[in-house]
């Protein structure tokens, strides 16, 4: 797991307009700056925030990644069990 390119997206995902917009148009598109597996490109694309937080990555960076998507994370903690 690239665990830094993945929270540096979380983190600039949060701040940038552009990058939103990138993700909300073509996901691919929004990731071609940061070296992540495809496994972690389909998670983020997928809005999976149940196996980011699975995976450790800091857990404000995935609820804001959620919250500006609109999800529901702790929704999705309990339904896969993690609360």
Known sequence: MSRRDLEKFLFRFDKEPDLQAAFAEEPA?????????????????????????????????????AGTLGVRYVGEYRRRGLT
């Open 29 to 65: 598109k929004a990731f071609t700056a940061y070296d992540m597996t495809a496994e972690e490109r389909e998670v983020l694309a997928a809005r999976d925030v149940a196996t980011l937080y699975e995976w450790g990555l800091h857990p404000l960076l995935v609820r804001n990644f």
